[in-house]
Protein backbone atom coordinates (compact mmCIF):
# COMPACT_ATOMS: atom_id res chain seq x y z
CA UNK A 1 0.00 0.00 0.00
CA UNK A 2 2.90 2.28 0.66
CA UNK A 3 4.37 1.91 -2.61
CA UNK A 4 0.60 2.81 -4.41
CA UNK A 5 0.72 5.53 -2.08
CA UNK A 6 4.58 6.87 -3.29
CA UNK A 7 3.03 6.31 -7.00
CA UNK A 8 0.72 8.66 -6.67
CA UNK A 9 2.34 11.30 -5.43
CA UNK A 10 5.24 11.28 -8.05
CA UNK A 11 1.97 11.27 -10.63
CA UNK A 12 0.23 14.47 -8.62
CA UNK A 13 4.16 16.08 -8.82
CA UNK A 14 4.63 15.70 -12.62
CA UNK A 15 1.22 16.70 -12.88
CA UNK A 16 1.58 19.53 -11.13
CA UNK A 17 5.08 20.61 -13.19
CA UNK A 18 3.69 20.13 -16.55
CA UNK A 19 0.47 21.97 -15.79
CA UNK A 20 3.54 24.94 -14.56
CA UNK A 21 5.25 24.60 -17.52
CA UNK A 22 2.43 24.63 -19.41
CA UNK A 23 1.14 28.32 -17.98
CA UNK A 24 4.95 29.72 -18.84
CA UNK A 25 3.36 29.60 -22.40
CA UNK A 26 0.54 32.73 -21.49
CA UNK A 27 3.18 34.58 -20.05
CA UNK A 28 4.03 37.38 -22.26
CA UNK A 29 6.60 39.58 -20.31
CA UNK A 30 6.34 43.22 -20.45
CA UNK A 31 4.32 43.43 -23.42
CA UNK A 32 4.43 46.61 -23.77
CA UNK A 33 8.67 47.43 -23.02
CA UNK A 34 10.62 49.66 -24.89
CA UNK A 35 14.15 49.65 -25.58
CA UNK A 36 16.01 52.62 -24.46
CA UNK A 37 17.36 53.66 -27.83
CA UNK A 38 13.89 53.71 -29.03
CA UNK A 39 12.53 56.47 -26.18
CA UNK A 40 13.24 60.08 -25.16
CA UNK A 41 13.92 60.50 -22.12
CA UNK A 42 12.35 63.39 -20.39
CA UNK A 43 14.31 65.27 -17.59
CA UNK A 44 11.94 68.46 -17.05
CA UNK A 45 8.32 69.82 -17.96
CA UNK A 46 7.72 73.51 -18.48
CA UNK A 47 3.78 74.63 -18.91
CA UNK A 48 2.93 77.72 -20.04
CA UNK A 49 -0.79 79.27 -20.95
CA UNK A 50 -1.09 79.02 -25.34
CA UNK A 51 -3.27 81.65 -27.29
CA UNK A 52 -5.44 80.01 -28.96
CA UNK A 53 -8.21 77.15 -28.24
CA UNK A 54 -5.42 74.86 -26.97
CA UNK A 55 -4.52 76.22 -23.56
CA UNK A 56 -1.43 74.92 -22.52
CA UNK A 57 2.02 75.06 -24.32
CA UNK A 58 4.17 72.54 -22.83
CA UNK A 59 7.69 71.62 -23.40
CA UNK A 60 9.30 68.81 -23.10
CA UNK A 61 13.54 69.02 -21.98
CA UNK A 62 15.02 65.85 -23.50
CA UNK A 63 18.32 63.94 -22.81
CA UNK A 64 20.67 63.69 -25.81
CA UNK A 65 22.26 60.29 -24.59
CA UNK A 66 25.28 60.94 -27.41
CA UNK A 67 26.09 64.00 -25.92
CA UNK A 68 26.09 63.29 -22.40
CA UNK A 69 28.50 60.22 -22.60
CA UNK A 70 30.58 61.98 -24.85
CA UNK A 71 31.95 59.49 -26.98
CA UNK A 72 29.81 59.81 -30.05
CA UNK A 73 28.64 63.12 -29.55
CA UNK A 74 28.16 65.95 -32.23
CA UNK A 75 29.53 68.79 -30.02
CA UNK A 76 25.19 69.87 -29.20
CA UNK A 77 23.99 70.91 -26.60
CA UNK A 78 23.55 67.94 -24.08
CA UNK A 79 19.58 68.51 -23.79
CA UNK A 80 16.74 69.86 -26.62
CA UNK A 81 13.85 70.87 -25.74
CA UNK A 82 10.09 70.03 -28.06
CA UNK A 83 7.32 71.87 -27.58
CA UNK A 84 3.77 71.55 -28.15
CA UNK A 85 -0.01 73.16 -27.50
CA UNK A 86 -3.22 70.94 -26.14
CA UNK A 87 -6.38 71.30 -24.74
CA UNK A 88 -4.75 69.50 -22.05
CA UNK A 89 -1.27 68.60 -20.38
CA UNK A 90 -1.64 64.66 -22.10
CA UNK A 91 -2.88 66.14 -25.03
CA UNK A 92 0.31 68.65 -25.71
CA UNK A 93 2.70 65.70 -24.63
CA UNK A 94 1.12 63.57 -27.47
CA UNK A 95 1.20 66.15 -29.96
CA UNK A 96 4.90 66.36 -29.52
CA UNK A 97 4.98 62.98 -31.32
CA UNK A 98 4.54 64.63 -34.48
CA UNK A 99 8.39 66.26 -33.78
CA UNK A 100 9.74 64.01 -31.76
CA UNK A 101 11.07 60.59 -33.70
CA UNK A 102 10.88 58.37 -30.38
CA UNK A 103 8.41 57.41 -27.37
CA UNK A 104 8.34 60.56 -25.13
CA UNK A 105 9.41 58.96 -21.66
CA UNK A 106 8.71 61.26 -18.55
CA UNK A 107 9.74 59.03 -15.58
CA UNK A 108 13.28 60.15 -15.25
CA UNK A 109 11.47 63.97 -14.99
CA UNK A 110 12.98 66.18 -12.02
CA UNK A 111 11.44 69.29 -12.58
CA UNK A 112 7.43 70.36 -13.34
CA UNK A 113 7.81 74.23 -14.09
CA UNK A 114 4.57 76.10 -14.54
CA UNK A 115 4.24 79.68 -15.29
CA UNK A 116 3.16 82.51 -12.76
CA UNK A 117 0.14 82.82 -15.32
CA UNK A 118 -0.76 79.04 -14.84
CA UNK A 119 -0.18 79.22 -11.34
CA UNK A 120 -3.19 82.06 -10.42
CA UNK A 121 -5.28 80.27 -13.02
CA UNK A 122 -5.45 77.28 -11.10
CA UNK A 123 -3.30 73.98 -11.44
CA UNK A 124 -6.26 71.59 -10.39
CA UNK A 125 -6.19 69.82 -13.76
CA UNK A 126 -2.55 69.87 -14.28
CA UNK A 127 -2.27 68.20 -10.39
CA UNK A 128 -4.75 65.27 -11.43
CA UNK A 129 -2.61 64.48 -14.74
CA UNK A 130 0.49 64.27 -12.24
CA UNK A 131 -1.07 62.37 -9.96
CA UNK A 132 -2.77 59.89 -12.52
CA UNK A 133 -0.62 59.67 -14.75
CA UNK A 134 1.69 56.32 -13.78
CA UNK A 135 4.73 57.38 -15.53
CA UNK A 136 5.16 60.82 -13.29
CA UNK A 137 7.20 60.20 -10.17
CA UNK A 138 5.69 62.21 -7.01
CA UNK A 139 9.25 62.99 -6.27
CA UNK A 140 9.58 65.23 -9.07
CA UNK A 141 10.07 69.09 -7.81
CA UNK A 142 7.30 71.10 -8.60
CA UNK A 143 8.32 75.01 -9.33
CA UNK A 144 6.19 78.12 -10.23
CA UNK A 145 8.26 80.75 -12.91
CA UNK A 146 7.99 84.80 -11.79
CA UNK A 147 6.25 86.69 -14.47
CA UNK A 148 8.49 88.07 -16.69
CA UNK A 149 9.92 84.20 -18.26
CA UNK A 150 7.90 81.73 -19.14
CA UNK A 151 8.64 77.77 -18.26
CA UNK A 152 9.49 77.15 -21.56
CA UNK A 153 12.84 79.52 -21.00
CA UNK A 154 13.39 77.77 -17.62
CA UNK A 155 13.31 74.32 -19.58
CA UNK A 156 15.73 75.53 -22.19
CA UNK A 157 18.09 77.34 -20.27
CA UNK A 158 21.66 75.23 -19.92
CA UNK A 159 23.96 75.22 -16.72
CA UNK A 160 27.21 74.95 -16.61
CA UNK A 161 27.65 73.03 -13.65
CA UNK A 162 25.92 69.88 -14.42
CA UNK A 163 24.98 68.68 -17.92
CA UNK A 164 21.13 68.08 -17.80
CA UNK A 165 19.36 71.40 -16.19
CA UNK A 166 16.20 69.69 -14.85
CA UNK A 167 18.65 67.45 -12.47
CA UNK A 168 21.26 70.24 -11.48
CA UNK A 169 17.71 72.75 -10.71
CA UNK A 170 16.43 69.84 -8.59
CA UNK A 171 20.14 69.62 -6.49
CA UNK A 172 20.30 73.35 -6.21
CA UNK A 173 17.01 73.24 -4.50
CA UNK A 174 18.17 71.35 -1.69
CA UNK A 175 21.41 72.54 -1.67
CA UNK A 176 19.91 76.24 -1.17
CA UNK A 177 17.41 74.57 1.13
CA UNK A 178 20.56 73.05 3.54
CA UNK A 179 22.89 76.40 3.20
CA UNK A 180 20.75 79.30 2.96
CA UNK A 181 16.75 78.41 5.05
CA UNK A 182 14.91 80.45 2.76
CA UNK A 183 12.85 77.67 0.88
CA UNK A 184 12.40 73.64 0.78
CA UNK A 185 12.01 70.91 -1.34
CA UNK A 186 8.34 70.67 -2.68
CA UNK A 187 7.61 67.79 -4.89
CA UNK A 188 4.51 66.82 -6.53
CA UNK A 189 3.39 64.38 -3.41
CA UNK A 190 3.63 67.76 -1.19
CA UNK A 191 0.97 70.10 -3.72
CA UNK A 192 -1.07 66.96 -3.62
CA UNK A 193 -1.26 67.11 0.29
CA UNK A 194 -1.27 70.55 0.22
CA UNK A 195 -4.76 71.09 -1.59
CA UNK A 196 -6.12 69.00 0.69
CA UNK A 197 -5.39 71.43 3.58
CA UNK A 198 -8.67 72.70 4.39
CA UNK A 199 -8.99 76.61 3.80
CA UNK A 200 -4.87 76.15 2.85
CA UNK A 201 -2.88 74.87 -0.08
CA UNK A 202 0.46 74.16 -0.83
CA UNK A 203 3.87 76.51 -0.83
CA UNK A 204 6.22 76.17 -4.22
CA UNK A 205 9.58 77.64 -4.61
CA UNK A 206 9.73 80.21 -7.67
CA UNK A 207 12.36 80.40 -9.96
CA UNK A 208 13.91 83.29 -12.52
CA UNK A 209 16.35 83.81 -14.87
CA UNK A 210 19.30 85.96 -13.60
CA UNK A 211 20.64 87.91 -17.26
CA UNK A 212 19.11 87.38 -20.55
CA UNK A 213 16.58 85.22 -20.58
CA UNK A 214 17.08 84.01 -24.12
CA UNK A 215 20.67 83.58 -23.94
CA UNK A 216 20.30 81.15 -20.99
CA UNK A 217 19.27 78.37 -24.01
CA UNK A 218 22.52 79.03 -26.14
CA UNK A 219 25.67 77.09 -25.72
CA UNK A 220 27.42 80.35 -26.19
CA UNK A 221 26.28 81.00 -22.33
CA UNK A 222 28.36 77.73 -21.59
CA UNK A 223 31.67 79.43 -22.93
CA UNK A 224 31.17 82.53 -20.56
CA UNK A 225 33.14 82.41 -17.22
CA UNK A 226 30.05 84.52 -16.77
CA UNK A 227 26.69 83.36 -17.90
CA UNK A 228 24.31 85.31 -19.27
CA UNK A 229 21.48 83.64 -18.10
CA UNK A 230 21.64 81.71 -15.08
CA UNK A 231 18.46 80.01 -13.73
CA UNK A 232 17.73 80.94 -10.29
CA UNK A 233 15.56 80.25 -7.32
CA UNK A 234 12.99 83.11 -6.56
CA UNK A 235 11.07 83.71 -3.53
CA UNK A 236 7.94 80.92 -2.21
CA UNK A 237 4.47 80.92 -3.96
CA UNK A 238 1.73 80.90 -1.67
CA UNK A 239 -1.44 78.68 -3.41
CA UNK A 240 -4.77 78.41 -1.89
CA UNK A 241 -6.39 75.76 -3.08
CA UNK A 242 -5.01 75.14 -6.33
CA UNK A 243 -4.81 79.07 -7.11
CA UNK A 244 -1.55 81.24 -6.88
CA UNK A 245 -2.27 83.72 -4.28
CA UNK A 246 0.82 86.04 -3.83
CA UNK A 247 4.45 85.89 -3.42
CA UNK A 248 6.40 85.97 0.00
CA UNK A 249 9.36 88.34 0.79
CA UNK A 250 12.62 86.59 1.82
CA UNK A 251 11.59 87.73 5.27
CA UNK A 252 8.47 85.72 5.10
CA UNK A 253 10.48 82.81 3.84
CA UNK A 254 12.53 82.16 6.72
CA UNK A 255 9.71 82.46 8.74
CA UNK A 256 7.72 80.01 7.05
CA UNK A 257 10.80 77.51 6.71
CA UNK A 258 11.21 77.75 10.72
CA UNK A 259 7.21 77.11 11.04
CA UNK A 260 7.67 73.99 9.13
CA UNK A 261 10.72 72.61 10.87
CA UNK A 262 12.83 73.04 7.91
CA UNK A 263 15.39 75.09 8.97
CA UNK A 264 19.08 73.12 8.36
CA UNK A 265 21.43 76.07 8.11
CA UNK A 266 21.19 79.70 7.67
CA UNK A 267 22.85 83.28 8.41
CA UNK A 268 21.42 85.53 10.58
CA UNK A 269 23.23 89.01 10.72
CA UNK A 270 22.42 91.13 13.69
CA UNK A 271 23.85 93.98 15.47
CA UNK A 272 26.56 94.20 17.62
CA UNK A 273 25.67 95.68 21.12
CA UNK A 274 28.96 97.21 21.88
CA UNK A 275 29.36 99.73 18.79
CA UNK A 276 26.35 98.37 16.61
CA UNK A 277 29.02 96.50 13.99
CA UNK A 278 27.27 93.41 12.12
CA UNK A 279 27.91 90.09 13.04
CA UNK A 280 26.87 87.10 11.08
CA UNK A 281 25.36 83.68 12.87
CA UNK A 282 24.93 80.59 11.60
CA UNK A 283 22.31 78.02 12.67
CA UNK A 284 23.84 74.87 13.42
CA UNK A 285 20.43 72.98 14.28
CA UNK A 286 17.19 73.84 15.17
CA UNK A 287 14.01 72.59 15.90
CA UNK A 288 10.21 73.94 15.85
CA UNK A 289 7.13 72.03 17.52
CA UNK A 290 3.82 73.21 16.82
CA UNK A 291 1.23 72.52 19.83
CA UNK A 292 -2.67 73.90 19.32
CA UNK A 293 -4.98 74.75 22.17
CA UNK A 294 -8.93 74.41 21.74
CA UNK A 295 -10.13 75.16 25.32
CA UNK A 296 -12.20 78.06 23.75
CA UNK A 297 -13.01 76.77 19.93
CA UNK A 298 -13.98 79.93 18.92
CA UNK A 299 -10.41 81.64 20.02
CA UNK A 300 -8.19 78.66 19.24
CA UNK A 301 -4.61 78.91 20.32
CA UNK A 302 -1.38 78.14 18.31
CA UNK A 303 1.83 77.67 20.49
CA UNK A 304 5.42 77.83 18.53
CA UNK A 305 8.69 76.49 20.07
CA UNK A 306 11.63 77.40 18.75
CA UNK A 307 15.32 75.54 19.80
CA UNK A 308 17.76 76.54 18.32
CA UNK A 309 21.87 76.75 18.16
CA UNK A 310 24.05 79.21 16.72
CA UNK A 311 28.01 79.50 15.72
CA UNK A 312 29.40 82.69 15.38
CA UNK A 313 30.55 83.21 11.68
CA UNK A 314 32.01 86.60 10.99
CA UNK A 315 32.76 89.64 13.64
CA UNK A 316 33.06 93.38 12.23
CA UNK A 317 33.07 95.07 15.92
CA UNK A 318 35.01 95.40 18.70
CA UNK A 319 33.06 93.00 21.24
CA UNK A 320 34.49 91.03 23.54
CA UNK A 321 33.44 87.52 22.81
CA UNK A 322 34.52 86.17 26.12
CA UNK A 323 32.45 88.50 27.63
CA UNK A 324 28.99 86.41 29.56
CA UNK A 325 26.49 89.23 29.38
CA UNK A 326 27.04 90.36 25.45
CA UNK A 327 26.68 86.65 24.53
CA UNK A 328 23.85 86.67 26.38
CA UNK A 329 22.49 90.11 24.95
CA UNK A 330 23.27 88.59 21.36
CA UNK A 331 21.00 85.67 21.79
CA UNK A 332 18.44 88.04 22.80
CA UNK A 333 18.79 89.81 19.60
CA UNK A 334 18.58 86.99 17.51
CA UNK A 335 15.18 85.77 19.44
CA UNK A 336 13.45 88.77 18.45
CA UNK A 337 14.81 88.43 14.90
CA UNK A 338 13.27 85.00 14.73
CA UNK A 339 10.18 85.44 16.12
CA UNK A 340 9.52 88.47 14.01
CA UNK A 341 10.20 86.85 10.79
CA UNK A 342 7.67 83.87 12.28
CA UNK A 343 5.29 86.43 12.86
CA UNK A 344 5.70 88.21 9.92
CA UNK A 345 4.47 85.03 7.99
CA UNK A 346 1.56 84.21 9.99
CA UNK A 347 0.10 87.69 9.67
CA UNK A 348 0.29 87.22 6.03
CA UNK A 349 -1.42 84.22 5.84
CA UNK A 350 -4.00 85.00 7.99
CA UNK A 351 -4.47 88.51 6.02
CA UNK A 352 -5.85 86.33 2.92
CA UNK A 353 -7.26 83.37 5.05
CA UNK A 354 -4.92 80.52 3.60
CA UNK A 355 -3.82 77.67 6.21
CA UNK A 356 -1.01 76.85 4.71
CA UNK A 357 0.89 76.16 8.13
CA UNK A 358 -1.74 72.75 8.71
CA UNK A 359 -2.98 74.68 11.80
CA UNK A 360 -6.12 72.41 10.91
CA UNK A 361 -4.33 69.33 11.27
CA UNK A 362 -2.68 70.32 14.98
CA UNK A 363 -6.13 70.97 15.90
CA UNK A 364 -7.83 67.67 15.10
CA UNK A 365 -4.71 65.86 16.95
CA UNK A 366 -5.05 67.97 19.70
CA UNK A 367 -8.82 68.13 20.59
CA UNK A 368 -10.67 65.87 17.41
CA UNK A 369 -13.94 66.36 19.15
CA UNK A 370 -13.73 70.06 19.06
CA UNK A 371 -12.68 70.26 15.71
CA UNK A 372 -15.42 68.76 14.34
CA UNK A 373 -17.16 71.66 15.53
CA UNK A 374 -15.54 74.40 13.80
CA UNK A 375 -14.26 72.04 10.91
CA UNK A 376 -17.69 73.32 8.30
CA UNK A 377 -16.50 77.45 9.76
CA UNK A 378 -12.53 77.37 9.70
CA UNK A 379 -12.41 79.88 6.83
CA UNK A 380 -13.48 82.66 9.25
CA UNK A 381 -11.87 80.89 12.16
CA UNK A 382 -8.15 81.30 11.01
CA UNK A 383 -7.75 84.69 10.45
CA UNK A 384 -8.45 85.38 14.27
CA UNK A 385 -6.36 82.23 15.71
CA UNK A 386 -3.68 84.02 18.91
CA UNK A 387 -0.32 82.50 17.69
CA UNK A 388 2.33 82.63 20.91
CA UNK A 389 6.18 82.38 20.35
CA UNK A 390 8.87 80.76 22.50
CA UNK A 391 12.88 81.06 20.95
CA UNK A 392 15.35 79.56 22.85
CA UNK A 393 18.56 80.76 20.64
CA UNK A 394 21.97 79.58 22.32
CA UNK A 395 25.36 80.52 20.76
CA UNK A 396 27.63 77.32 20.91
CA UNK A 397 30.91 78.95 20.01
CA UNK A 398 32.82 81.19 17.77
CA UNK A 399 34.41 78.92 15.49
CA UNK A 400 38.47 79.39 15.42
CA UNK A 401 38.98 82.94 17.70
CA UNK A 402 37.07 84.66 20.12
CA UNK A 403 37.66 88.39 19.35
CA UNK A 404 38.07 90.52 16.27
CA UNK A 405 41.10 91.99 14.69
CA UNK A 406 38.64 94.91 15.35
CA UNK A 407 39.66 94.26 18.85
CA UNK A 408 42.93 94.42 19.08
CA UNK A 409 43.55 97.46 16.93
CA UNK A 410 41.08 99.51 19.03
CA UNK A 411 43.03 98.52 22.20
CA UNK A 412 46.00 99.63 20.83
CA UNK A 413 44.94 103.24 20.13
Known sequence: MGKNRSHWVEALRGLLLLICLFGVLFLTGCWDAKELNKRAVVSGIGIDLAKGEEKYLVSLQIIIADEISGKIGRGATPTTVYQARGKTIIDAIRNTSRKVPRLVSPAQARMIVMSEDVAREGVAGIVDFLDRDSDIRLTAKVYVVKRGVSAGDIVSALTPIGKITGYALAQKTDLASQELGENYSVEVDDVIRGMLIPEGGPVLNGLTIDGD????????????????????????????????????????????????????????????????????????????????????????????????????????????????????????????VIQKQMQTVVDKAQSIKCDMFTFSEAMERADPVQWKKIKNKWGQIFPR??????????????????????YYTNSEQ
Open 213 to 336: VKAGGKKSSLESSISPGMVQLYRMAVFKGDKMQLWLSEEENRGLVWIKNKMKKSVIVIPSPKDGGDISLEVMRSRTRMKASLNDPEHPVIRFSVMTQFSIREVNSNIDLRNPYELQTMEQTVQQ
Open 385 to 406: VKVEYHVDAVIRNSQMRDRSFK
